[in-house]
């Protein structure tokens, strides 16, 4: 259970460090939550994390693999690296049905047409496989993103706030797939969170993010940090 | 199948924007290998298409015409023949202003050739050496509007447009272009370069309209936006059948010395260095013939035909009832840059 | 490292430089030129021609932007239908639409001559660029900035003082590309009987095809053309390129059944002109079709050579410029696209024919001097869209194990045909309806349609052009259809 480090990173946006001297360690096969006030730079993290974006400085390395050092000027290639990625407006192609994002995304991992079918099915979607994600409700368009991120067999996932437009049902059936899912990656899974209810019902780990950087920390909503 | 049909698609579309369209065999069964002869022709693309097509049908020689838009009426094409000079493109002109392409033979543009069918055409029709044919004329009438203008006030002779009473009421083509270049460079034929320069000036001064082609002035008569204009019988025709409220004057064929109105043939030119010369004289041949004319008088072109024998057009007064300008063609042709010059100077065109 | 970055960078921008610089040739070409033979400008029609453009202009900001403030933000009956109506206009050039009024002879057309009535079809035919961008506009804004005004404020005030204020780019773009579309026309200054630079442009050519007589004519023309061009780039581009992700639109609101009837003047425009066409063929159909003489190879090149020219100009941008798709440098590819759009085809063409003088009697092709002009609208077409698209989109593309080309055709390029179709209808509505490219580059025995029908206009009886206006067109619409497929394509096997 491979874990994901960090390590003097930097990340600069128009001028400005978002993360400045970055380091931390999100522990394998583990529920990571990323904890932190708006804009403190969260979802560039997790962009670096999966080579989305590029750091000034820094090394990022999975296990004994790295992913990205400046220094040795290295960079991975996103679709390279193993993550599974849902985004926080979940960027499902709107011209693919269900069906066709898995297996496309699965197809390295060597996911075909009837693996696609059993990981939608597991995810609650297997009669909706045919359906583009203009024709499902916001949960199962969350489904639908989380069955994609996993259909790459992915060593991390990532989710960047899956939930923050869904409703209190559907968020809690959706902590439960979560935890089932997280299960299934062996290296981090990270999650990064506004909601106190989210956090309590998957953090296994905190970290935060203040000032750029990552501090290790037990229950910041419960102190009401968020 | 869809990648499939839009790459059937492509190719078609590819090898449509290459348009070299195939000519078809000859009739008489010659070798098979398409022939074809050009033809740059300011003769208005629907009549002549109607010559060309009974060409193609009689002998099988595809005929690839290039066109004059209205504006820039024959002085375009031989404005394209003179930079071809050294590479020409064209095999055959066929001209709708006899001026203009009289001197194109003054600038070695064309090679003597002289038809066999035009055996019957009178002498002042054509060149003594070949250079040029004429075939199929017209003539320049009046046209007014009969909703402005009673039958009896009508201008009776292109002198009276100077008149006060037409002042800006009446149109002309633009004199560098088209029959109307023929029509004003035959005045500096006819009277000399000052007296045509005075007339000019005073149509100037009489706030003549002008217009961007013959058509563009049966139009402006037609719909009233102007009482009368100078045009060739073959417009006026069309505002005729088309029921405009219009009516027609030939003129200046009244009084003691009348001055009489210009009579302009087509000319059919062979051009040096024609790349298909043997095709091109073959199609001179039809062109100038009886044959040709009598298309030409019996359709809506309604041209005066050339040889004796041949009808002219139903709809207007037989040519030999018509007292017709007595100009020299060639003359004509050598006053076009002084006319040319006055134009400039006077109407600032 | 920073270096490789910019090395890169150029690298990446290397190959849409190229296909602009060759699609500006003819005007380098014209610029050089003038400048080497120390030439002057001949001026002399430049202020009649402006008077007709701002004229023009002025028209189809006022009827294009009313009417697209009218659909935009007012709930009309049958609103959406009228709007693709009015588009219809800009299928044909201004001239078509004044021949076809002009077959209805119960109409005295007498008192509409000169550049004012000139400038009134014009603009007329040209208010579908306005109406466009406003709507267009409008429904991107964010709701609440209207609501606020609706609650504030009386209608025309906050028309007056919030709406057409929020609207000054689509409106000042839409005045700005429509004045320099005017400066490149011919037609319908030769129909009223006036001269523009564009007419002595044309006709100089025609009387001498002598490419370094025309330069002093076609230099101020050139250098007005390129100065607007500048100036409406960032007014344009900030209309069409504004990423307003999560705004709703200007909330629709009831209005009076009259004000469709305003809404509904550019449409009725555009049927009328065509119920003129086809009253000049009613009465000449008993005795059979008045046989406008269609030659296939007419035909087939008048929709051909559109739809190439569509098809490949979509190819080369999309090939060209997908490497520097999210970089600086599309902006500054947008503008000299844009440029480039600006400069009229006449002049385009007589830029390709000094080239080709110059090397030799080569015979350049009218596809050449089309797509050297209209490059610039797929490029528009490309960024718009990609502007708009949402970027997780294309991380989450990024994260998938598949090639860069099949990524790019099977996630990327199918979100942008949209706008790509509409981009490749609009190059081919264009070459379509072009007369003066033609009428200088076509080998003897081509015709085209559009052609076809100015030369028959000129005498033939009106029923002969009734039919050949509706031949063309029957050729746009096949021709916009075919020339929207090819992109469409993109979407085809993605949705299987």
Redesign the interface.
Known sequence: MPDLSLRGLRVAREGRAVLDDCSGVFPGGRRTVLWGLSGAGKSTLL?AI???VTPQAGTIQLGSEVLFSRTE?LDR????RG???V??????????TAIRQVE??G???GLGREGAASLLESVGLGSLASRRPGQLSGGEQQRLAIA?ALA?KPTVLLLDEPLSSVDRTTRLSLHKLMREVSALVPGPTIYVTHSSEDARALAENVLCLDGGRLLASERPWDAGES | MIRRAASVVTLVCVGACRQAPAPEASSSGSSGAARSVVVYSSADKEFAELVFSAYQQKTGVKVLPLYDTEETKTAGLTARLVAEKANPKADVFWSSDTSRALALADQGITAPYSSPEAAGIPARYKSATGLWTGFGARIRVLLYNTEQVKAADAPRSILELAKPQWKGRFAIANPHFGTMSFHAAAFFAKWGDSRATGFLESLKANSAVVAAGNSDVKDRVSDGRVSVGVLDEDDAAVALREKKPVAVVIPDQEGPDPLGTPLMPNAALLIQGAPHPEEARHFIDFLVSAEAEKILAASDAAQYPLHPDVPGPALLPPLDGIRVMDVDYAEVARKLPAMDAAVRAIFGL | MSQSRILRSSLAALPIGLVLAAAGLPIVFLLSRFGAAGMSIDAASLVQTLGFAVGGAVVATVVGGGAGMLSGALALPGGRWLLAASCVLIAAPPAFWWLGATRVTAVSWGWVSGPAGGALVAGVALSPIPILLVHAALREMPSNLYEAARAALPPVRRITYVLVPLLKAPLVGGFLLSMILLLGESEIPFLFGFRTAMTDVVTLFSQTFDVGRVIPLVMPLLLVVLGLGAMSASPLLRSVLASTRGANGVVRCPAPVFLTVLLAAPAAAAFFSLGGYVLAVLPALERGWPGARLQLSAVLASVAEPVVCAWSTVVIVVAAAYSVRSSAAMRWCLRAGLLLFCIPGAIHGIGWIGISQAIGGLDIPPGVAHASRLIGLPLLGFAIAYSRMPRSLEDAARLVPISPVRRAFVLILPLLAPSLVAAAALVAALVFADRDVPSTLMVPGASRLMLDLYLVSANAPSARVGAAALVVLAGASLTLALAAAGPLLLLWRRRA
């Open positions: 962009a999966a080579g989305l000027t290639p996103p679709h390279t993550i599974g990625f985004f926080q407006d979940l960027a499902l192609w709107p011209h693919l496309l995304v197809r390295a991992a994609r790459g």
